[in-house]
């Protein structure tokens, strides 16, 4: 059994795990599409388990935090694209089993790592369209072969490719994304993003496609981006207009990067939490890449930050739950149950289970799949469907920025990693938001994606405390030792000068471009 402590609302997993009967060590995955690990004998020991003031411990089955038991035969698998059925759970989760799940993250320092992940719109060189499907299937059979990568299927259809803990993947309108690996240093992150660009360009030259760094796709309406056969996403194409006016276009037009890092307990989940939604409209600001909508400018620095606010608002925004006294692993898990569910995967089909709760499907009334109750999966494959500035797993995402040219893929894992993984910097950021109130927050979201860096805050603009910000963010990689803070050039050249990068795009259009778009498939191309 896995021993989780529990301290009045605080939940914690020591993730320095001793040798159990198989002789392996045993720790859990840090970032997306790292698998649970699984062992074949049915216990495993959490050595020198304690929390600050523990009162109640609690056991739970080892399945809650990733294994594979005899009574309940599931295992956490990647989420997107699943990879199999988990059995029918035989009894019930818990609400105590779902809070487990997520301090099952937990993990010491020395165990912290860094998972970065971008997307990237594919084209055609000649006439600048969207790849279709088929011209995409084709590229990822070449870097399959070429580059020795797993083929991901769903059906007879390719839809991704998996090596060691990177991933391919498509979203809905065929935006290109790799999920990296979790890795200790940013000179591996950025070598991580150079080698995966190398190899899609490699393949994609050869077939006349080129790869475009930015947030919003510039030139094409909804209609001309071509849908990728993945059964989720026809369900979420259902389910958005019903809930939102631009959903579609999340889907099918923007893209993002993001990184995901680590925490070493409920307590420092929830002050990086804080810090991270405090300061996601800074990063909003400084990565802002998406001034261009069907030819035209659109108004905002950042359009794809803009369509996240009218898209889901039952799953989406900067969650003010987060900073109350109570805010936990528990909290989050209340919210999270409440959110509607899009789909249950079962059998290799993605059954629609839009407008229900996982609440209701923890109670076994899903009218999809009357009377079945969830397992593991299901919860782990829900959680990817909630959509706000931070998101918690067993991890948390940094969901805020653009996506844009290799440097800025370098340069906004080494922003947060500055803030979040130093103590110092840390701690200097939650003093700095402390009196920021709830509507001033919500201010910043709201305002940021059409003003960036000028948007009014108290006395001045947003633009000096991103001065503050990036000087807390290099300090803080300088005291990593790992010689990281020239990956935040990219980023200071903006503070220093005030101008996003939408606003230098805008420049040239209004100028040397002479109001068109088509060049800036040239000046982001990777």
């Given at each position: 059994?896995?021993?989780v402590?529990?301290?009045?609302s605080?939940?914690?997993i020591?993730?320095?795990?001793?040798?159990g009967r198989t002789?392996?060590?045993?720790?859990f995955?840090?970032?997306?599409?790292?698998?649970?690990?699984?062992?074949?004998?049915?216990w495993?020991?959490?050595?020198?388990?304690?929390?600050?003031?523990?009162?109640?411990a609690?056991?739970?089955?080892?399945?809650?935090?990733?294994?594979?038991?005899k009574?309940r035969?599931?295992?956490?698998?990647?989420?997107?694209?699943?990879?199999?059925?988990?059995?029918?759970?035989?009894?019930?989760?818990?609400?105590?089993?779902?809070v487990?799940?997520?301090?099952?993250?937990?993990?010491?320092?020395?165990?912290w790592?860094?998972g970065?992940?971008?997307?990237?719109?594919?084209?055609?060189?000649k006439?600048?369209?969207?790849?279709?499907?088929?011209?995409?299937?084709?590229?990822?059979?070449?870097?399959s072969?070429?580059?020795?990568?797993?083929?991901?299927m769903?059906g007879?259809?390719?839809i991704?490719?998996?090596?060691?803990?990177?991933s391919?993947s498509l979203e809905?309108?065929?935006q290109?994304e790799l999920?990296?690996?979790?890795?200790?240093?940013?000179?591996?992150?950025?070598?991580?993003?150079?080698?995966?660009?190398?190899?899609?360009?490699?393949?994609?030259?050869?077939m006349g496609?080129?790869?475009l760094?930015?947030g919003?796709?510039?030139?094409?309406?909804l209609?001309?981006i071509?849908?990728?056969?993945?059964?989720?996403?026809?369900?979420?194409?259902?389910?958005?207009?019903?809930?939102g006016?631009l959903?579609l276009?999340?889907m099918?037009?923007?893209?993002?990067?993001q990184?995901?890092?680590?925490?070493?307990?409920?307590?420092d989940?929830?002050?990086k939490?804080?810090?991270?939604?405090a300061l996601?409209p800074?990063?909003?600001?400084?990565?802002?890449?998406?001034p261009?909508t069907?030819g035209?400018?659109?108004?905002?620095?950042?359009m794809?930050?803009?369509?996240?606010?009218?898209?889901?608002?039952?799953?989406?925004?900067?969650?003010?739950?987060v900073?109350d006294?109570s805010?936990?692993?528990?909290?989050?898990?209340?919210?999270a149950l409440d959110?509607p569910?899009?789909?249950?995967y079962?059998?290799?089909?993605?059954?629609?289970?839009?407008?229900?709760?996982?609440r209701d499907?923890m109670?076994?009334?899903?009218?999809?799949?009357?009377g079945?109750?969830p397992?593991?999966?299901?919860?782990?494959?829900?959680l990817?469907?909630?959509?706000p500035?931070v998101?918690?797993?067993r991890?948390?995402?940094?969901?805020?920025?653009?996506?844009g040219?290799?440097?800025?893929?370098?340069?906004?894992?080494a922003?947060?990693?500055?803030?979040?993984y130093?103590?110092?910097?840390?701690?200097?950021?939650?003093?700095?938001?402390?009196?920021?109130?709830?509507?001033?927050?919500?201010?910043?979201?709201?305002?940021v994606?059409?003003?960036g860096?000028?948007?009014?805050?108290?006395d001045?603009l947003l633009w000096?405390?991103?001065?503050d910000?990036?000087?807390?963010?290099k300090?803080?990689?300088?005291?990593r030792?790992?010689?990281e803070s020239?990956?935040?050039?990219?980023?200071?050249?903006?503070v220093?000068?005030?101008?996003?990068?939408?606003?230098?795009?805008?420049?040239?259009?209004?100028g040397?471009?002479?109001?068109?778009?088509?060049?800036?498939?040239?000046?982001?191309?990777?």
């Open positions: 059994m896995a021993l402590s529990k301290a009045g605080s939940y914690c020591r993730s320095d795990i001793t040798r002789r392996q060590n045993v720790a995955g840090a970032v997306n599409n790292v698998e649970a690990p699984i062992v074949k004998e049915n495993v020991n959490f050595s020198s388990l304690s929390c600050k003031n523990a009162r109640v609690q056991f739970f089955p080892l399945e809650t935090v990733g294994f594979r038991s009574r035969n599931s295992v956490i698998v990647a989420a997107s694209p699943p990879t199999e059925d988990a059995l029918i759970a035989t009894e019930p989760l818990t609400k105590q089993d779902l487990g799940y997520l301090a099952s993250g937990c993990k010491s320092k020395e165990k790592r860094i970065t992940e971008h997307e990237k719109f594919g084209f055609e060189i006439t600048l369209r969207p790849m279709k499907y088929e011209q995409i299937a084709e590229l990822l059979n070449g870097i072969e070429r580059f020795d990568w797993e083929k991901v769903e007879d259809k390719i991704g490719l998996k090596q060691g803990k990177q391919i809905p309108g065929g290109f999920s990296g690996a979790p890795l200790e240093t940013l000179h591996q992150t950025c070598a991580e993003v150079n080698s995966h660009l190398y190899q899609v360009k490699a393949v994609a030259e050869e496609i080129g790869f760094g930015i919003f796709q510039p030139k094409l309406g209609k001309d071509p849908v990728m056969p993945k059964g989720r996403y026809e369900i979420m194409r259902n389910y958005m207009p019903k809930v006016s959903g276009d999340m099918f037009r923007t893209c993002t990067v990184v995901n890092l680590d925490f070493s307990s409920e307590a989940m929830i002050r939490f804080r810090a991270g939604l996601q800074i990063a909003t600001a400084l990565f802002a890449n998406s261009f069907e035209k400018p659109n108004g905002y620095l950042s794809r930050s803009q369509i996240w606010t009218d898209t889901d608002k039952d799953r989406t925004g900067m969650l003010p739950f900073f006294d805010f936990g692993f528990e909290q989050y898990v209340d919210y959110v569910m899009y789909f249950v079962r059998k290799k089909k993605y059954i629609d289970c839009t407008g229900m709760t996982f499907f109670a076994g009334k899903l009218p999809c799949i009357p079945e109750l397992n593991l999966n299901d919860w782990e494959n829900h990817t469907t909630i959509f500035e998101r918690l797993k991890y948390l995402e940094m969901r805020g920025a653009d996506g040219p290799w440097r800025r893929l370098c340069a906004l894992p922003f947060w990693v500055g803030l979040l130093d103590e110092v910097s840390l701690q200097s950021i939650l003093d700095m938001t402390a009196d920021w109130t709830s509507e001033e927050r919500e201010m910043l979201r709201n305002k994606p059409k003003t860096l000028k948007t009014p805050f108290r001045g000096h405390i991103a001065e910000v990036l000087k807390l963010a300090d803080g990689l300088e005291r030792g790992f010689k020239g990956f935040l050039n990219e980023v200071a050249e903006v220093r000068t005030g101008v996003t990068p939408a606003e230098k795009l805008l420049e040239l259009y209004h040397k471009w002479g109001q068109s778009v088509d060049p800036v498939f040239e000046e982001l191309l990777y």
